[in-house]
């Protein structure tokens, strides 16, 4: 069940996508495959994310030639397992590759002089973080029944960003043709904790207000 505040947020979402026609859009989820999808990849989808994908699911569009991603829309229902938690798991399994080349954050605490101790402290840190959920290539919205309304995030190993002030203004900014500098809005809301910190982080970089590592 979904609040109605993410429910109407989702459904948005859901029509601007298919107006935008950018995309293959089959029937939406029903609930015994949310459960099913829920159990096996151990996630729970936030309310208006669920919405979304219920009014229709986005499967497949065009290759961009100039793209890593074969396909950037997760098919939930007849996709690959192993290539689904591949992405499930993208944003971690990068951040990991970049503490192995000597990335760490001012909020992990000390790291380790020792390569493969600061890799294992950072596995533990990032097994604590907040779960995310891939909505296409790589924006993801955090995940958590009863939620909706967070920033989508756009993960790129430790470069992550706002895009969107939610699931709906993401939509038009990807798909729609919204202007770009739509993006330029208060980082403040961004309030799941950990992912936060590393939007206030790049932010201060790019303002010149702090160090990135």
């Given at each position: 069940m979904t609040s109605r505040e993410g429910e109407l947020l989702g459904v948005?979402?859901?029509?601007?996508?298919?107006?935008?026609?950018?995309?293959?859009?089959?029937?939406?989820?029903?609930?015994?495959?949310?459960?099913?999808?829920?159990?096996?990849?151990?996630?729970?989808?936030?309310?208006?994310?669920?919405?979304?994908?219920?009014?229709?699911l986005p499967v497949w569009e065009e290759p961009?030639?100039?793209?890593?991603?074969?396909?950037?829309?997760?098919?939930?229902?007849?996709?690959d397992p192993d290539q689904l938690r591949w992405h499930l798991n993208w944003e971690v399994d990068f951040l990991i590759e970049d503490v192995e080349r000597g990335h760490w954050t001012p909020w992990w605490g000390p790291r380790p002089d020792?390569?493969?101790?600061?890799?294992e402290a950072a596995r533990?840190?990032?097994?604590?973080?907040?779960?995310?959920?891939?909505?296409?290539?790589?924006?993801f919205l955090p995940a958590g029944h009863g939620t909706?309304?967070?920033?989508v995030l756009s993960m790129w190993r430790?470069?992550?960003?706002?895009?969107?002030?939610?699931?709906?203004?993401?939509?038009?900014?990807e798909?729609?043709?919204?202007?770009?500098?739509?993006?330029?809005?208060?980082?403040?809301?961004?309030?799941?904790p950990f992912w936060r910190d590393y939007v206030a982080w790049n932010e201060r970089s790019r303002t010149g207000t702090g160090e990135h590592a």
């Open positions: 948005l979402a859901a029509r601007k996508l298919a107006e935008s026609g950018c995309c293959e859009i089959e029937p939406g989820l029903s609930d015994a495959e949310f459960d099913r999808i829920e159990r096996e990849f151990g996630i729970e989808f936030a309310d208006d994310h669920r919405a979304f994908l219920s009014t229709g961009d030639p100039d793209s890593m991603w074969e396909n950037p829309w997760p098919d939930w229902r007849n996709g020792d390569p493969e101790e600061a890799v533990e840190v990032l097994a604590r973080a907040p779960r995310i959920v891939p909505v296409y290539a790589h924006r909706f309304g967070h920033p430790s470069d992550i960003i706002c895009f969107g002030f939610d699931l709906a203004h993401y939509i038009d900014l798909f729609v043709g919204a202007p770009e500098d739509e993006v330029e809005w208060a980082r403040s809301d961004v309030v799941v």
